[in-house]
C-alpha cells in the first residue's frame, strides 16, 4: 500500500526555519516525482513544490523561492522540504503528495500524506 | 499563471438530489498530447484529499459511479447524480497543463440541506 507521513511541523517565530520531513512506503522514489502542497486551515490548496525521482526537476511556486529548499533521500525514501525566513502567511497545513510519474509531464497527484500543521506566529 | 474559477462556492444539496460543481480555467488545458490535465479532489472534513477524477472524466478505482467529469477546453464540471450524506465536503479542481506552476481553484463546500 502506498503512503506518505509527514511530520516536522509545530509552531515557529516569524524569520525562523523549520524542515518537513516526508516518509514514503509502498513504492521507489525513484520512479515518481513527489510535491509539497499547502492549506491555510479552511481555504484553498496551494501548490509549493517538486521534485523529480532522479531530482533532476526541482520547482517552486513565486511565494516560497530562495526561502524552501526541497529534497529527498532515497535511501531512507524520505522527502524533505527546509523552509526558512517564514512568515505568519507560511502557516499551513503541509501535505506531501505523490506523482504518478516523474519527469517532464504533466503533473497528476494520486496519493496525499495526512499534513502536518506549520504555524508561524510570535 | 492558469486561474481556475469553480462556482458555486458553497453548494447545500438535498440527500438523493443532483450537484454540479463547475471548474472554469482561463486557459485552454488541452496539452500538446491532445489530453487535458484537470484533476478532482474531495476533502471530507478533517481528512487529507482524495482523487476522485483525472484527466477531466477518468474516475479514480472506488469512487462510487454517482460521480463523474466532463467538460474540454476551459470548462469543467463535477457531477455528483444522487448526493448521499458521506459526499459532504470541499471539492477542488486542479490543473497540471500549464506548470509550474500547478494551480488548484478556490473549493466548493458541499453540504446537506
Known amino acids: 500500500e502506498v503512503q506518505l507521513v509527514e511530520s516536522g511541523g509545530g509552531v515557529v517565530q516569524p524569520g525562523g526555519s523549520l524542515r518537513l520531513s516526508c516518509t514514503a512506503s509502498g513504492f521507489s522514489l525513484d520512479d515518481f516525482a513527489l510535491h509539497w502542497v499547502r492549506q491555510v486551515p479552511g481555504k484553498g490548496l496551494e501548490w509549493v513544490s517538486l521534485?523529480?525521482?532522479?531530482?533532476?526537476?526541482?520547482f517552486y511556486a513565486d511565494s516560497v523561492k530562495g526561502r524552501f529548499t526541497i529534497s529527498h533521500d532515497k535511501s531512507t525514501s524520505s522527502l524533505y522540504l527546509q523552509m526558512h525566513s517564514l512568515r505568519s502567511d507560511d502557516t499551513a497545513v503541509y501535505y506531501c503528495v505523490k506523482d504518478v510519474r516523474s519527469g517532464w509531464y504533466p503533473p497528476i497527484f494520486d496519493v496525499w500524506g495526512q499534513g502536518t500543521m506549520v504555524t508561524v506566529s510570535s | 499563471d492558469v486561474i481556475l474559477t469553480q462556482s458555486p462556492l458553497s453548494l447545500p444539496v438535498a440527500l438523493g438530489q443532483p450537484a454540479s460543481i463547475s471548474c472554469n480555467s482561463s486557459?485552454?488545458?488541452?496539452?500538446?498530447?491532445?489530453?487535458?490535465?484537470l484533476t478532482w479532489f474531495q476533502q471530507r472534513p478533517g481528512q487529507s484529499p482524495r482523487r476522485l477524477i483525472y484527466k477531466v472524466s477518468q474516475r479514480d478505482s472506488g469512487v462510487p459511479d454517482r460521480f463523474s467529469g466532463s467538460g474540454s477546453g476551459t470548462d469543467f464540471t463535477l457531477r455528483i447524480s444522487r448526493v448521499e450524506a458521506d459526499d459532504v465536503g470541499v471539492y477542488h479542481c486542479m490543473q497540471g497543463t500549464h506548470w509550474p506552476p500547478i494551480t488548484f481553484g478556490q473549493g466548493t463546500r458541499l453540504d446537506i440541506k
Open positions: 521534485l523529480s525521482g532522479d531530482g533532476s526537476l526541482i
Open positions: 486557459q485552454s488545458l488541452v496539452y500538446s498530447d491532445g489530453i487535458s490535465y
